[in-house]
């Protein structure tokens, strides 16, 4: 039996999956958090929070590597770690240097900060010559509309830093590029009171599909578990709407995809890791769109293992503790699967969720997820504002994705507007 450390989380489901592939190893972890309270105000509806399975509960400013370092190596000669993890993406690098400090297997701390980083990220696969689109990189709106008027509009505008595609967006002309200029500068820290990289990114806008391959690098190899497809919707945001796997393309693609993300992982140096690589497969070939060093969120993970057995989030607690995972693919009798997000579509309270019993009893569905009555809610512009998902699988071929949109549309979320009208 292994000790984890694990070092703050997502609330959604990797809060429950990597808990629970660390228990379902034999293994045990201490949580690690500067604010509990951030995780039991979203308890789940069952009652049992996956992170209280934790043989220690332990806070500490997590935000302040220089003072947590020494702390946590104080509790490493106590509780004894094997390894340590993280499923969200703020800690990532953190992560890094504490195993680095501690002597435990993982990534080197320089490789994930770089790929945590969307302009380290972009400097160093342009370096290395690993296709991507034209960039640059502003720290203030007079530089940023000078690039934007050499790469040529439109483009995308990105933060360097945050996640789940917060303030990404295309941009027609300088009018619009101020605006998310503007935006971003009122966003001075993130989700977790970290303060914010003052750099903007611009972009090329590629075209074509965007899939993404799903990767396990350990012992200086990197293995493809499979590549997923990505429907996006919301412009000029870039919501993620849903997923299928494995991704409906030709081997060439498929091989291609792979070839360029095996390339992408390998520039950044990242190793001992279960990756999520985001790939624009555009006319003139796969453009890397960036690189997570963790695994796939959106209930990815779920989707590979309903179809080929293998563990995504069992297999990044392996490489934490030094271990050869296992991620040889198995028949499991499912062929496809995809999830459909709700996105809403205007601001309100919600009160209720309509064709929700007709879409659950679909033999197809094997996961149905709603947001609760009463939740305030405002228009979709990122992955944080999903009314719930609808998972299906198809056991005779590449059907789910058809069938999750299909009955995502037969759900219908309903409001309480300010004048408490409910409107369908």
Known sequence: MAHLLVIESWVGSMSRLLPHAIGEGGHRFTFLTRDLHHYLRSAPADGHHPLLAARNVLTADTNDPAALLPQ???????????????????????????????????????AVATACRKDLTRLGLADAGVPGPR?????????????????GYPLVVKPVDLCAGMFVRKVADEDELAEAYGSLADFPVNARSQRRVPVVLLEELLTGPEVSVETVSYDGTTHVVGVTDKAVAGAPSFIEAGHMFPALLDPAETRAAADTAIQAIEALGLDQLVAHTEIKLTPAGPRVVEVNPRPAGNRITEL???????????????????????????????????????????????????????????????????AEPGRRVRRAVSNNEYLGHVMTIDTEGSGARDRAERLLTRLT????????????
Do not use: K, M, N, W
């Open 72 to 110: 946590v190596e104080r509790l490493h000669a106590v509780l004894g770690f094997d390894g340590v993890v993280s499923s969200c993406d703020y800690y990532l690098p953190l992560v890094a240097r504490v195993a680095e400090r501690l002597g435990l297997p993982g990534p080197t701390a320089q």
């Open 304 to 370: 590979v293992r309903r179809v080929t057995g293998v563990d995504l989030a069992a297999a990044c607690v392996d490489v934490a503790l030094g271990r050869r995972p296992d991620v040889t693919a198995r028949p499991t009798g499912v062929t496809s699967a995809a999830i459909a997000f709700l996105l809403p579509d205007r601001d309100g309270r919600l009160t209720t969720v309509d064709g929700a019993d007709e879409v659950g009893r679909d033999p197809a569905v094997v996961e149905l997820t709603l």
């Open 413 to 424: 979320p309903c409001y309480e507007d300010h004048a408490a009208v409910a409107a369908c």
């Open 135 to 151: 960039f640059a990189l502003c720290r203030d709106l007079a530089q940023a509309a000078a690039a934007a008027a050499d790469i």
